[in-house]
C-alpha cells in the first residue's frame, strides 16, 4: 500500500510546450510607404494642372496604377515601367486634356487609340459624368480596357476594337460625339480626315504632341477643322514639354 500512496504522490512531469513560431508579416507601415509618395504625387501634379482630386478618386488612380502595373508583365501595355514616370508622362499628362475642354456632364468623349486608357481612363476618374467611348485596335489591350472599367464600376463607357478609318462611316459612330482626343497622332492630317466625321457640330478635336517641327498656327485649317488654340505647358514635376492642339469643327 505505501508503494501505492507513494506512486500517487510521484508529481506529474508536465508535457513539454510546443513552441509556435509566428509567421512575420511585413508591417503596413512599410507598405503604404511608396503609396503614400505616389498619392502625394498625384495631388501635388494635379495641383499644379490648377486641378483637384478627392481621396477616392486619388484611390481609384493608385488602382489603375497597380493593375497596369500587373498586366504590363504579361500584355505590352506600356514601355513606361518607372512609376514615377507613369504617374506623370501618362496620368498627369491625360489630365492635361483639360486645358482644352470642360467636362461637362453628359459630354461625349471618343478617346482614339487609348492604348492602356489614356487619356480617355484618367478623365473618367476625374469626370465620372462624361459619356466616354475607348477606342483601341489591339485586342489584348482591350481586355485590359474592360477589366479596369468593371474593376472601377463605370458607368456610359464603350469599348471598340476597331480601327478609327473602319468606322468613319458607321453611322453608330457619325456626328455622335462633342470631343474627339488623341495622343497617339503619327499625321495629323490623317487622324482628322478620318475623325472629323465623328463629331457633332461645333465638336472638338483635341491632341496631345511633343517637340513637333510641323509647322502649325491658330486659324489654320485642315479638312474642314479649324486650329483654335495651341497650348503650350509643361508637365507636372518634370520638363517634359508638351502642346495641346484645339481644332473644332467649321
Given at each position: 500500500m505505501a508503494?501505492?500512496?507513494?506512486?500517487?504522490?510521484?508529481?506529474?512531469?508536465?508535457?513539454?510546450?510546443?513552441?509556435?513560431?509566428?509567421?512575420?508579416f511585413p508591417k503596413k507601415a512599410?507598405?503604404?510607404?511608396?503609396?503614400?509618395?505616389?498619392r502625394k504625387l498625384l495631388l501635388n501634379g494635379a495641383e499644379e494642372l490648377n486641378l483637384s482630386l478627392f481621396p477616392n478618386q486619388i484611390d481609384?488612380?493608385?488602382?489603375?496604377?497597380?493593375?497596369l502595373k500587373k498586366w504590363n508583365e504579361k500584355?505590352?501595355?506600356?514601355g513606361i515601367i518607372d512609376d514615377k514616370e507613369i504617374i506623370i508622362k501618362h496620368f498627369l499628362d491625360s489630365l492635361s486634356f483639360l486645358k482644352g475642354f470642360s467636362p461637362i456632364e453628359g459630354i461625349r468623349i471618343i478617346?482614339?487609340?487609348?492604348?492602356a486608357g489614356f487619356p480617355g481612363i484618367?478623365?473618367?476618374?476625374?469626370?465620372?459624368?462624361?459619356?466616354?467611348?475607348l477606342?483601341?485596335?489591339?485586342q489584348k489591350k482591350c481586355v485590359f480596357l474592360h477589366h479596369i472599367c468593371r474593376l472601377m464600376e463605370f458607368q456610359d463607357v464603350n469599348m471598340v476594337n476597331d480601327r478609327l478609318e473602319n468606322v468613319k462611316n458607321n453611322l453608330d459612330f457619325v456626328r455622335q460625339f462633342n470631343v474627339f482626343l488623341s495622343r497617339a497622332v503619327a499625321d495629323i492630317d490623317e487622324m482628322i480626315k478620318y475623325g472629323a466625321p465623328l463629331l457633332a457640330d461645333r465638336g472638338i478635336m483635341i491632341f496631345s504632341k511633343g517637340k513637333s517641327p510641323e509647322?502649325?498656327?491658330?486659324?489654320?485649317?485642315?479638312?474642314?477643322?479649324?486650329l483654335l488654340q495651341i497650348i503650350p505647358f509643361t508637365l507636372p514635376m518634370s520638363d517634359y514639354s508638351r502642346k495641346l492642339l484645339v481644332f473644332q469643327k467649321i
Open positions: 508503494k501505492k500512496n507513494r506512486a500517487k504522490r510521484r508529481p506529474k512531469k508536465e508535457k513539454a510546450k510546443k513552441i509556435v513560431k509566428k509567421k512575420a512599410a507598405q503604404k510607404k511608396p503609396r503614400a509618395d505616389l481609384q488612380f493608385l488602382l489603375y496604377f497597380e493593375e500584355v505590352n501595355l506600356t478617346d482614339v487609340g487609348t492604348g484618367p478623365l473618367k476618374i476625374y469626370s465620372p459624368r462624361i459619356n466616354l467611348t477606342m483601341e485596335a489591339s509647322a502649325m498656327s491658330v486659324g489654320k485649317i485642315i479638312k474642314g477643322m479649324v
